[in-house]
């Protein structure tokens, strides 16, 4: 199983970025995936979480901001980040829990099943 994180980079804050996580050796139509990241000098947190019925859950620093999906075509997961702050520097992550969950999302440590190598997106202020 791998999992490929894109489309970070350098932005100013407000800005907007799309980050893409490309899966292989595993189906993610229905599967319970997330979205962490880590700042420097920080534990890594979670951002946004989908279970296996499309249920999404974004956390409060960037809730209304950061949108988590799937296209199941692809095989990939994407969140769509917008009105970037500089706090959200930082390496982003993908993950997937090994099992399906529906109707109640799964947890940050089922999501350590598989991980992606990270992008780096930094926000410039």
């Known amino acids: 199983v791998h999992l490929v994180e894109s489309g970070g980079g350098s932005v100013q804050a407000g800005g907007s970025l799309r980050l893409s996580c490309a899966v292989s050796?595993?189906?993610?139509?229905?599967?319970?995936m997330g979205w962490f990241r880590q700042a420097p000098g920080k534990e890594r947190e979670v951002v946004a979480r989908?279970?296996?019925?499309?249920?999404?859950m974004i956390e409060y620093a960037v809730k209304g901001r950061f949108t988590i999906s799937r296209d199941s075509a692809k095989n990939t997961l994407s969140l769509e980040m917008n009105m970037l702050k500089p706090d959200d520097t930082g390496m982003y992550y993908c993950a997937a829990a090994d099992r399906q969950y529906y109707g109640v999302m799964c947890s940050t440590r089922a999501l350590n099943r598989f991980w992606g190598q990270g992008t780096q997106v930094t926000v410039s202020s």
């Open positions: 050796g595993f189906t993610i139509s229905k599967a319970c």
């Open positions: 989908i279970e296996s019925s499309d249920i999404t």
